[in-house]
């Protein structure tokens, strides 16, 4: 059986700066038909992913650290109600961001970036976040869960503006273990959520196992007392399990993975029914 280890929220306050430093060499690298390039983003290119993190920044800090009430243009009472409410302003950020230069979208990003990073770090990590995590289902969550929330954002678009550049966008940066672990530590903490209508036996478990040539993480998603829990670690002899690379993952977790290439991106044992509710989880909303 596995040893219980609660799986802890990776401090990903450290990451701010030299994920954001990172993106920043990569857009003044860019030409200037770099920036209309389309992405794995939907209809966005790369100048709406980035005028959409400048946009995401401005917000939390309006929001958060400012203390500045929302547009919601009406009452937001359901899951529903807020994932509307965030694809409208979503969508209001990216249009606006289409009136600025590559220039001002680099510069902007720069200084909100740092304004970001004053931020987080200024934070008490175990006070109650303004806003809860709510793809992992819950109603209140720690600012420490809520700031890595905000570095899988970062992580998962720069992703995006990486992937369409082929090997001028050195996706591998992002793929070290000091930038995907955090990630994916924090992505995998909707499995409890994405399983809680699964019924099974007790102490059924679903091994996720990240598996890269330098370094690899495994994870327990276990039915105990009723409950879907998460654990750091591999039990032996679980009721399922899937490998697959860091890549493999954060294209699952973040919308980038069609449904028809799962099966070639993950090696998958055991019952087939215990892993319905991992291939549709989503460590994002929208």
Avoid: C
């Avoid at 401090?11 to 690298?29: C, E, I, K, Q, Y």
């Avoid at 606006?96 to 200024?122: C, K, N, P, Q, Y």
């Avoid at 670690?233 to 799962?262: I, K, Y």
């Amino acid at each position: 059986m596995l040893e219980p280890r609660p799986l802890a929220v990776p401090d990903t306050v450290p990451l701010f700066v030299p994920l954001r430093a990172g993106l920043l060499t990569l857009l003044r690298s860019l030409e200037p038909a770099d920036w209309d390039r389309p992405t794995i983003a939907g209809a966005w290119r790369v100048r709406d992913v980035a005028a959409h993190l400048l946009d995401g920044e401005l917000r939390k800090l309006a929001a958060h650290r400012d203390g500045h009430a929302l547009a919601t243009g009406g009452e937001v009472r359901t899951y529903d109600d807020v994932v509307a409410l965030i694809q409208r302003l979503n969508a209001e950020g990216v249009a606006a961001g289409r009136h600025l230069s590559a220039r001002l979208l680099i510069d902007l990003l720069a200084v909100t970036g740092e304004w970001m990073r004053t931020f987080v770090a200024a934070l008490d990590p175990e006070a109650r976040a303004l806003f809860p995590v709510g793809w992992a289902g819950e109603a209140e969550s720690t600012n420490r869960f809520d700031t890595a929330r905000e570095y899988t954002e970062r992580w998962h678009h720069e992703m995006q503006i990486r992937a369409p550049l082929g090997s001028r966008g050195h996706a591998e940066t992002l793929l070290a273990e000091e930038f995907a672990a955090p990630l994916l530590e924090t992505a995998v903490r909707v499995l409890p959520h994405a399983y809680r209508a699964e019924s099974a036996a007790e102490g059924a478990t679903v091994v996720i196992a990240i598996e890269e040539s330098t370094w690899a993480r495994a994870y327990t998603v276990r039915r105990d007392a009723g409950v879907w829990q998460l654990y750091a670690g591999e039990t032996p002899e679980p009721t399922a399990r899937v490998a697959g690379s860091a890549d493999a993952w954060w294209r699952l977790f973040f919308n980038a993975l069609p449904p028809n290439e799962v099966s070639h991106a993950f090696v998958a044992t055991g019952a087939p029914s215990a892993l319905a509710a991992l291939w549709r989880a989503r460590s994002v909303m929208v």
